[in-house]
């Protein structure tokens, strides 16, 4: 039910957007969907923040936020079933485990060879789609896993250059977290396909 009702307000804002950008077919839908998935996403980000500023954490969230979704973006992966899972998994991931890892120290040199690790994550399964998502093309699916790649290279040269130590465990757990949406084993374990783009090319 909450779902038809996000989707019919997004069908009736892409309407009402759609007077001054006069977008068709293929176009409209995405924008359709976009909104959607604003719709379900801000919701839950703004619990995120909330819960992250009432506990004195919210540099934290966001250290471990900002690394998954550069990484999310180009390399995509699992995810949860259901909105309130969703919800549950989030705040677990950006609220609780920042509040428990803060404090813990690593090195440059650790952190160095963990986001090399994810890199080297990222060009071996990535991108990884859905069922829901396929990722249509091997030229997109080129470009993206070359994307995901370089975003590890930037995360680490902007965590060394710009963070304080004690920031590193957090960078390294955001990013740690999308190598775990695209891992085989995650999918086999969770029993969902991989590879779903195979089914339209």
Known sequence: MKKDILHDLSVSWATQL???VNREGVDFQKMVLGLEIMLHNVPKMVLMVVMAFALGILPQT???W???VLLRRYASGLHASGSIRCTIVSLLMFV??????WGLYIDEAFLSIALMGTAFMMYKYAPADTAERPIIGKLKR???KK???VACCFLLALTLLFLREEFYVLIVTGAFFVVVTIMPLTYRVLRRSMNNYEKFE
């Open 142 to 144: 080129v470009r993206l």
């Open 66 to 68: 900002f690394p998954f």
């Open 96 to 101: 609780a485990i920042p509040y428990v890892l």
């Open 62 to 64: 966001l250290a471990v």
């Open 18 to 20: 759609n007077r001054y």
């Open 147 to 149: 994307k995901a790649v």
